[in-house]
């Protein structure tokens, strides 16, 4: 056997494990990011898992939307969106952006090392992680643009609704309850919502329409007639006084109760799949780099 012959049959049994190993590499390397991808969306549930519930529940600590009862012209004129799909869209969005921006950082810096002038520059640890979160800051900034000219303009419109600089009265939802002649009690129900919608929390003007609500539900007997929500009435006590203070806002509170039993188990749930998926993603990526080392070694030992 020739010595050419003798070195094919050394080499090929080294190539069929540099194909075994660079195919292992890739699907440890796949594996790392989904785990780490999961982390991630496991995090974003844990900051915001209180509100989906609470939310899915028709329930929230603030106010953080306009309702207006059925008994006021203005539902006819600006429809009633639902808190909860809205908050829903808004996190779809936030995990959308996170993970596309996150993931795509990557194989932005991949894609680059292939042409021969990065791949040159990018050879320094520190220069890759530039590199990564120019592209993180890239997608997310895109996407952000997308997810802006995709939003409804009814937010916007509700915005203009309840906005005013220093006076409640300057706003338009006060102006159009005036010329409507709303009833009082109506008046202090959307006046409340507009104070604490209001940046900053306008927490006076919004007592003491708190207030005459509180009176109003002692004293008028059609007071559940003006189509006030119940969770709403709990909503602006609880934001302002920490607790239920009347009947209807107090019978809310079993419904409190199971949302926060709800969160309780949520949150452990997901912080298990947090803390499994960051444990295995960081096994993996160091399993990658040994992976790795002895890519380069088989390399060499080809190259020899």
């Known amino acids: 056997m020739t010595t050419e012959q003798d070195y094919l049959v050394n080499v ?5 494990r540099l194909l075994a190993l660079q195919q292992r590499h890739k699907n440890i390397k796949l594996l790392s990011l989904g785990g780490s991808t999961l982390f991630i969306i496991s995090v974003i549930i844990l900051f915001f898992q209180q509100d989906l519930i609470y939310s899915y529940l028709d329930l929230s600590p603030q106010i953080e939307q306009l309702h207006i009862p059925f008994s ?99 706003s338009d939802i006060f102006q159009y309850l005036q010329r409507a002649e709303t009833q009082p009690v109506v008046q202090d129900y959307l006046l409340a919502q507009t104070a604490l919608l209001h940046r900053p929390v306008d927490k006076d003007v919004a007592i003491a329409y708190v207030s005459k609500l509180l009176q109003a539900e002692r004293t008028d007997p059609h007071f559940l007639e003006y189509g006030f929500k119940p969770e709403t009435i709990w909503t602006l006590q609880h934001q302002l006084y920490g607790k239920a203070l009347s009947p209807v806002a107090k019978n809310i509170e079993p419904q409190v109760l199971k949302a926060n039993q709800w969160g309780q188990v949520v949150q452990s749930i997901f912080l298990g799949i947090a803390g499994f ?25 080809i190259d020899l």
């Open 12 to 16: 090929q049994p080294l190539e069929k």
């Open 72 to 170: 006021v012209g203005l539902l006819t004129e600006h429809s009633q969106s639902d808190y909860f799909m809205n908050l829903l869209s808004w996190l779809a969005w936030l995990i959308l952006k996170s993970v596309m921006a996150f993931v795509g950082a990557f194989f932005v810096v991949s894609l680059l090392k292939r042409i021969r002038f990065f791949y040159i520059r990018l050879r320094k640890f520190s220069l890759k992680i530039v590199t990564w979160l120019i592209a993180f800051i890239v997608l997310w900034s895109g996407l952000s643009y997308v997810q802006y000219n995709l939003r409804d303009d009814e937010q916007t419109t509700y915005a203009e609704l309840v906005k005013y600089d220093q006076n409640i009265q300057q």
């Open 277 to 301: 998926s960051l444990i295995a993603s960081l096994i993996l990526y160091f399993i990658g780099l040994r992976l790795k080392e002895r890519l380069l070694r088989v390399t060499q030992k």
